[in-house]
C-alpha cells in the first residue's frame, strides 16, 4: 500500500507543475493582450475585431486569475492582478458614468439608428421619436423606400426639416431629421466611409448647434485601413463656433485606439457619461445576442448628456441610442 503512495507522488507532481506552467503562459498572454489595448496598439484584420471584446476579455481574465490562485501559482497570480487592475481601471467606469450632469443648458434630445440597408420598422422608428420627443434624428443606411415609409408613419409632420442622403439600397445613404430649422454645412471635414450629412441646427434661445451623422465602413478584413481612417478623419471637438454633436454608427467602441483619439480632442460619450456606455448596440436580431457598442451621441466640452436610452428596431441589427443632452452655449 505504502508502494502505491509513493509511486502515485512523483506523477502527480510533474502533472501540477504542468499545469502552473501553462497557466502561466497563459497569463503572459493576458498580459500581452493587456498591453495592446492599453497601449492602443490594435493593427490588423485580427486585432481591430477583437479590441471590440475587451470586457469580455476581462471577464475571462477574472477567470484565469481565479485558476491561478486555485492552482497556487504565484507567478501567474501576481501577472493576473496587474491584468484585472488594468482591465478593470478601462472598463468598469462605463458601468457607473462620471456623475456629473451639465448644469443648466438647452434641451436638445437626439436619436440616432440605423436601419439596416433600410430594413428597420419605420412605424417603431417613428414612435420612439414621439414618445421620447426627439429633437434630432440621425439615421443611417437609409435608402430610398425607407424615407418613403418614415414620411408615411409621419416622421415629416414630428421633425419637418430635414437633411437627406438616401440611397437606392445598402448601407451608403443617411440622413438629418429636426424639428427646429436646419442649414447644411459644407466642408467641415472629407468623410471617408458611407454618406455623413453635416447641418447646423438652429435651437431656439441661443447660438445654432452642429450635428454631424457619423457612418464609416466596419472593419471586415478587406476594409480596415479605410475604416480607420474614417474615424481618424472625423472632425475633432471644437471650442469655438457652435457646439458640435457626432451620433451615428461609428463602428468603433471605446476601446478601440482610434475612437480614443477622437475623444481625446475633447468630445464626452453619451452613453459612458451616463453609465450605459458597457449596454451593447450590435449586432440585434440575429443568433447572437448584441455584444459591443458601436452606437455612440459624442457631445464636445459645452454640451453634455443627462440621460441615454437604447433601444430595439426591428428589422434592423442594430439597437437605437437615445440621448437627452443640455447645450451650454
Same mark, same amino acid.
Given at each position: 500500500m505504502q508502494e502505491d503512495v509513493e509511486a502515485a507522488v512523483p506523477k502527480a507532481r510533474p502533472r501540477r507543475v504542468w499545469r502552473r506552467r501553462l497557466t502561466v503562459g497563459l497569463a503572459v498572454l493576458f498580459a500581452a493582450g493587456t498591453a495592446v489595448r492599453l497601449g492602443g496598439l490594435e493593427t490588423g484584420?485580427?486585432?481591430?475585431?477583437? !479590441? !471590440?471584446f475587451t470586457p469580455y476579455f476581462a471577464v475571462m481574465a477574472l477567470v484565469v486569475l481565479g485558476v491561478a490562485v486555485v492552482l497556487r501559482s504565484r507567478a501567474a497570480t501576481a501577472i493576473m492582478v496587474v491584468v484585472c487592475a488594468c482591465l478593470a481601471w478601462c472598463v468598469v467606469p462605463r458601468a457607473f458614468g462620471d456623475g456629473a450632469a451639465p448644469a443648466g443648458g438647452r434641451a436638445l434630445r437626439v436619436l440616432t439608428a440605423n436601419l439596416n440597408g433600410g430594413r428597420g420598422d419605420a412605424a417603431v422608428l417613428v414612435d420612439l421619436v414621439r414618445r421620447l420627443q426627439v429633437?434630432?434624428?440621425?439615421?443611417?443606411?437609409?435608402?430610398?423606400?425607407a424615407m418613403v415609409r418614415l414620411n408615411a408613419v409621419g416622421l415629416n409632420h414630428l421633425l419637418p426639416y430635414h437633411i437627406s442622403v438616401p440611397d437606392v439600397r445598402g448601407p451608403e445613404g443617411s440622413g438629418i431629421y429636426s424639428r427646429h430649422p436646419l442649414r447644411e454645412r459644407k466642408g467641415l471635414f472629407q468623410p471617408v466611409g458611407h454618406h455623413m450629412p453635416v447641418a447646423e441646427v438652429s435651437l431656439p434661445g441661443g447660438s445654432p448647434v452642429e450635428v454631424v451623422v457619423v457612418h464609416p465602413v466596419a472593419p471586415v478584413p478587406r476594409t480596415v485601413p479605410e475604416w480607420h481612417a474614417g474615424v481618424a478623419s472625423l472632425p475633432p471637438a471644437p471650442?469655438?463656433?457652435p457646439p458640435r454633436i457626432l451620433a451615428g454608427d461609428f463602428n468603433a467602441t471605446l476601446d478601440h485606439a482610434v475612437f480614443r483619439d477622437l475623444l481625446a480632442t475633447g468630445y464626452t460619450d453619451a452613453a459612458d457619461s451616463t453609465g450605459n456606455g458597457l449596454i451593447p448596440t450590435w449586432p440585434h436580431g440575429r443568433s447572437l445576442p448584441p455584444l459591443v457598442a458601436i452606437d455612440h451621441v459624442l457631445t464636445d466640452s459645452r454640451a453634455g448628456a443627462v440621460a441615454t436610452q437604447i433601444f430595439d428596431i426591428p428589422g434592423s441589427d442594430h439597437r437605437a441610442l437615445f440621448a437627452d443632452l443640455r447645450v451650454r452655449a
Open positions: 484584420v485580427f486585432l481591430v475585431p477583437m !479590441a !471590440a429633437d434630432v434624428l440621425s439615421i443611417q443606411e437609409l435608402t430610398w423606400s471650442t469655438s463656433g
